[in-house]
């Protein structure tokens, strides 16, 4: 019987996302004020201080609902957070908004609800909403707002953070593990979001709320999570020292199958 040590490193590299994907898509919104566009929202200045051209400003006009929409043009992508710069001096005009991340266009929203302003008080107009949700559109709406103007959306400046869907790490820039269902993975540090393909686990057994394959990992592939790496071995003689990436235990393998210890 063959006994191999799987020896791991037990070292962690914490890789946070911080990119910004508003340079990727297009931006609309309700109703046009003046000379505003929803694309003002977009650029710099990274604050609250109001223009026409460099705020998105819908139609003060009393209007039942005020939504600023902006779609990505690749297609979803993983959302981390969203952080919004509203008009300084005017958080009555936003109070009782909600974001959501939706795979539609819809309007009311139909999607995720990242985020909903609580009552009582007036809203933070400098926010950054955790969201941690796949989608194609981000959008700001509001149906309540100011008593007497009704919501308006004043956003002067929109950053969405996260990755294109299949890619992780520092600018996006690595890609998600095939072992990931859907090649599907957190933009931060690369695990599994939807779970680990059971192909990679043994006897396709693994658990859905943890993602971990409950019987261990089909040879060849190392770590009973779901971020099963696959291994390189060095052969002296009859045994194998087996070097992994994403566990500080050791393991056993006998005659194929992982056993955890």
């Known amino acids: 019987m063959l006994l191999v040590l799987l020896i791991h490193t037990g070292i962690q590299w ?11 898509g297009t931006a609309s919104q309700s ?14 200045p990274i604050s609250n201080e109001f ?18 929409m902006f779609q990505f043009s690749f297609g979803s992508a993983f959302i981390t957070d969203i952080t919004i710069y509203y008009r300084e001096g005017f958080a009555y005009r936003m109070d009782g908004f909600k974001l959501y ?24 107009i400098t926010q950054t909403i955790p969201c941690n949700q796949l989608g194609k559109y981000v959008i700001y709406y509001d149906t ?4 007497k103007t009704g919501p308006v959306v004043e956003l002067c400046y929109v950053s969405i953070n996260g990755c294109q869907k ?8 690595k890609q998600c593990s095939s072992i990931c269902i859907g090649q599907h993975c957190h933009p931060e540090n690369g695990s599994c979001v939807w779970g680990c393909d059971e192909q990679k686990c043994f006897n396709n057994k693994w658990d859905m ?9 089909v040879r060849g592939w190392v770590s ?38």
């Open 14 to 24: 914490t890789i946070r996302a911080q990119h910004n994907l508003t340079p990727f």
């Open 31 to 44: 109703s046009m004020f003046i000379r505003s566009s929803a694309q003002g929202a977009l650029y710099p």
């Open 51 to 68: 223009s026409l051209q460099t705020c998105s400003t819908t139609n003060v006009d009393g209007a039942s609902k005020a939504w600023w």
């Open 101 to 124: 991340v939706t795979n539609s266009s819809n309007i009311p929203p139909d999607g995720y609800l990242c985020y909903a302003d609580p009552d009582p008080g007036l809203p933070d």
């Open 144 to 147: 309540k707002g100011d008593d």
């Open 166 to 173: 299949g890619m992780w790490g520092a600018n996006c820039s």
């Open 209 to 217: 709320h943890t993602g971990a394959c409950t019987e261990g990992c």
């Open 224 to 261: 009973q999570i779901c971020n099963c790496s696959k291994y390189e071995s060095v052969t002296y003689d009859s045994s194998s020292i087996i070097i992994g990436f994403t566990s500080t235990t050791v393991n056993q393998t006998f005659g194929g199958k992982n056993y955890l210890k």
